[in-house]
Every structure is written in C-alpha cells, then in structure tokens.
C-alpha cells in the first residue's frame, strides 16, 4: 500500500494555462468566419449551414489552427459535425503535437466512452485527464477539481486546480471555488472567486454577488458574504445576471466587470448598462469571407476536397477503412459513397499513366474510361497498343 507522502506527491498540482499558438492568417480566416456563421446558427440550428461550418474548420484544422481543431471536435461531440473515429483521433493527435492540453483531454472522453475506436477504458481515461489538467486545460482542472472537493478528498488540491481553471475563464469552476471559499468563511476569496465567474460568463456567480451585496444576515447562509449592504452594487450584478440568463445559449462573457464594477473598496464607476459582449452581437459584423482562390490554396497542398474539406487519396489521413465492397464493373451502380480508382493491370493503363480516382455517391452508375490496351493481333504480327472507350472495373480506392 502506498505511503501518505507519495498519494500526496501524486496528487501535488502545479498551476498551468494553456497555450493555443495562433494558426497562420489564411487559416485565420476560415475559422473567424465559421465562428461567425456558427453563433448565427445557434437558434435556427440550419443542417446546410453546419455543412459549411464544418468543411470551413476541417479546412483551417488541417492546416494546423488549433481553436479550428478543438471547435470542429466539440461540434462533433455534440453532434453537429461529422467525425469519423480515426479522425478524431487524428486531430487530438495534432493537438498534442502542439502541445495544446485539450488534446489529451478530448482522448480521456473517447476513453470514458468508448467512443473514436477506443475501448472504454475508464482507468486510462482518468489518467489522460490528469495530464490534460497538468497540461493546462481548464476542462480538465475543474472534472478534477469538483473529483477531490469532498473532505475525505483532497480539498486543498481541489481549489488549487479550480482556481486555476477559474482563472482561464472556467465559470463552472469559479463558481464552485466560490461557493467552497464561502463555506469556509473565505469570503474575501470568495468574492474574487465569483467575480471570476462572472468574468466568464457564469450567471449564478452575478446571482449570488447580488444577493451577496444586499447585505443579509448571517443567520442566510445561502448568501451571506459579510459585506455592508450596497444597492447600486446588487443593482448591476443583477442586471448582468439576468443578460447573462437570458443569452446563456450563446455563452456570452464580461470580461470588462473590473472596471464596470469592481470590488470593494474600489469606488463604483459610471456605467451606462451596456456590455461588451451584447453590443458585438448586436452589431453582428461578418468577418472577411473565404475566397474560393483562398480555399484553393488551402486545399491544394494537402489534396483535401475543397467542397468538404476531407482528404482525399495521397492526403495525411486519408482512409476508407470503414467502407467495404466488391469490385464494380462499369455500367453498374455504385453500392457505397467513397473514392474509387480504376483497376489497372499489365495490358491496360491510363492514358496518361496516372491513376484515375473519382468520387462517387451511392447509387451513381460507374463509367466506362478512355484507357491504353493492347489488342491481339494473327502471327507474326505482335500485340498493337490501342486507346479508345473500355467498360473498366473499379475498386475502392
């Protein structure tokens, strides 16, 4: 059994944030513009729309803009986009690789589910979300954190990692850092803690600072904070608290509440009720549209469908590995949606000596190809190469 000090030294947590290194600028504007067209989507939820959304994140996560990646996974998590589980793999590989901690972090979710061709492995995936949180991914810090809050636990830990997560904009975190500090009678931390939380968008943090600063008794454990009441002060958090309500869908966030209300003993500045947050999405003002010559050159290089933004044969990560079926003989229909290549051999080529690869939907009948052959001809006379139309076979590429 394993000594008190080394279970301590396992669970000793050092505070990190994580990194997101900035994608180039053409992929930068693939992502800034499926982000737009996603928050615009968040109410008619329109299928053709998610379509874009994700051939525009797939597109940028290729090429190495690593908020692309995350966003284009957790849609897919949430079954907005389509992942297959190789490539969700694939890109949380990409993100490890950059050293970016949700990497890890999305492997323990396919672990703890089953999901992305993993086995459910529940052990593993426990040890995958502590690297994440070790790494810097707030996610990680506040599963953590709430994991080891219990008295029997580690609580010490437990708010160390929810701090750290409050202080990357976790307002889950925050909150309960909050609510832990207030039990304890840690108010003054307690205070900082929810307005963390309020920072990041958390409603119920503005909730309980407005409540916090009515001023009730002691004897209203719910709320009490010691703190003087001030009017003015409940006045704003409660307004902030109901925009964040109402608009909760959206995950909107105040990261401008220091200096539209700071805490005491910081005197209260002018505000004219308005926040950052609303007024942008009020305004709503598209950024630059991709280019069809900007996707071009996205997509060329790395051979992926401009129309979708998947790989196609020759690209990183290409695989048909979850298709099956027989070889086809032209003039009869496709049995399932995928790349197909023309079935070469020593007496008959391509014209042009490459392999022909083309897509093809279900359904859709094969056609037959201009290809190279060559033709029998009577003794002595030796085999004559021919070009013209031939009824080919065709296979999965």
């Known amino acids: 059994m394993p000594s008190l000090s080394a279970v301590q030294e396992n669970l000793a947590f050092t505070c990190k944030h994580e990194t997101l290194t900035p994608g180039s600028a053409d992929s930068d504007v693939l ?11 968040q109410l008619k939820q329109d299928p053709d729309t998610d379509l874009e959304i994700s051939r525009l994140y797939r597109i940028a996560t290729e090429n190495g803009h690593p908020k692309a990646n995350i966003n284009l996974q957790n849609g897919s998590l949430r079954g907005k986009f389509r992942l297959r589980g190789h490539e969700l793999l694939r890109f949380s590989q990409d993100l490890i690789d950059a050293k970016v901690a949700t990497g890890y972090y999305f492997v ?13 492995d529940t052990e593993m995936s426990l040890r995958f979300l502590r690297k994440a949180a070790d790494e810097g991914s707030a996610q990680a810090q506040y599963e953590i954190g709430d994991a080891l809050a219990p008295s029997d636990r580690a609580p010490d830990v437990s708010r160390q990692m929810r ?38 968008g958390d409603e119920s943090s503005a909730g309980r600072l407005a409540e916090g600063f009515k001023g009730p008794e002691a004897t209203n454990k719910l709320y009490y904070m010691d ?12 307004q902030i608290w109901s925009i964040l309500a109402d608009y909760s869908y959206a995950h909107p966030k105040v990261p401008e509440i220091n200096d539209i209300l700071p805490l005491p003993p910081a005197k209260l500045p002018p505000w004219d009720g308005k926040l950052q947050w609303i007024e942008a999405r009020e305004a709503n003002v598209p950024p630059e549209k991709p280019s069809p010559e900007l996707i071009r050159r996205l997509t060329e290089d790395l051979k992926l469908d401009p129309a979708t933004g998947r790989p196609m044969p020759g690209a990183k990560g290409f695989s048909q590995a979850h298709l099956s079926a027989k070889n086809c003989l032209a003039g009869t229909p496709c049995p399932v949606s995928g790349y197909w290549q023309v079935v070469e051999h020593s007496a008959l080529g391509t014209p042009e000596g490459q392999p022909i690869i083309r897509h093809f939907e279900q359904d859709a009948i094969f056609p037959v190809e201009q290809m190279r052959y060559y033709e029998e001809r009577i003794w002595p006379l030796a085999k ?12 999965l590429a």
């Open 163 to 200: 701090r750290c997560a409050a202080e990357q904009g976790q307002g889950n975190a925050a909150r309960a850092l909050g609510v832990d500090l207030k039990f304890t009678k840690q108010y003054q931390d307690a205070l900082e803690a929810f307005q963390l939380g309020v920072a990041a």
């Open 108 to 120: 323990s979710v396919f672990l703890k589910n089953g999901i992305a061709d993993l086995k459910q």
């Open 227 to 238: 703190l003087q009441e001030d009017s003015e002060r409940a006045s704003r958090y409660h």
């Open 31 to 41: 992502f800034q513009y499926a982000r737009w067209l996603e928050k615009n989507n």
């Open 384 to 395: 004559r190469l021919c070009e013209g139309p031939v009824r080919v076979m065709w296979r």
